[in-house]
């Protein structure tokens, strides 16, 4: 098991500088005795590839209803139980995380009409990995298009008055 402030893993079936999740460790230190191998990790973990999108057919613009998602990757596998999943923060609102394999996240937002017109911000606020480093906080897309406009205003439309003329005498 894990253990300690930067989790202390033995490991026995994943073999030498490996994670649970079978990729090779970063920063790490391995120790072998017998069968078992202890593995310090103390390398934080990145998100390597963000997208911020949102579900409306114009992917950049979102109005009341439509849901912003930022999609990102992570380094090494994150951590994914109720008090240990990635926070996000969409338009300062907390997202709703979820990933089926602890790499690619997607967090979720529905816009609603207490947002104000404009552009909406995210950020990747924190997240942990196996052995308890702390994901890199970033506000960044390194995929695709930055910015995601909201805009709750309905169009409107000016009557003007149709003046008919007629050049016959009837």
């Known amino acids: 098991g894990c253990r300690g402030p930067h989790r202390v893993c033995h490991h026995h079936r994943h073999g030498p500088g490996r994670q649970r999740s079978g990729r090779p460790a970063h920063a790490i230190t391995t120790a072998t005795a017998g069968s078992s191998t202890v593995v310090y990790d103390i390398t934080a973990p990145t998100a390597s590839t963000v997208r911020f999108y949102s579900s409306n057919p114009t992917n950049t613009k979102a109005k009341v209803g439509d849901t912003l998602t930022v999609e990102f990757t992570s380094s090494e596998q994150l951590l994914n139980g109720a008090a240990t999943k990635p926070v996000v923060n969409i338009n300062s609102q ?66 003007n008055p149709i003046t008919l003329a007629s050049t016959s005498s009837v």
């Not at 690619?104 to 990747?124: E, K």
């Not at 942990?128 to 439309?157: E, I």
């Open 94 to 159: 907390t997202a709703l995380v979820s990933s089926a394999d602890g790499l690619t996240w997607y967090a979720t937002y529905v816009m609603t009409s207490a947002t104000a017109d404009g552009a909406i911000t995210f950020t990747i606020v924190r997240g942990y990995d196996l052995a308890g480093n702390v994901l890199a906080s970033t506000s960044a897309v390194t995929t695709g298009l930055a910015t995601v406009t909201f805009d709750k205003t309905a169009p409107t439309l000016t009557p």
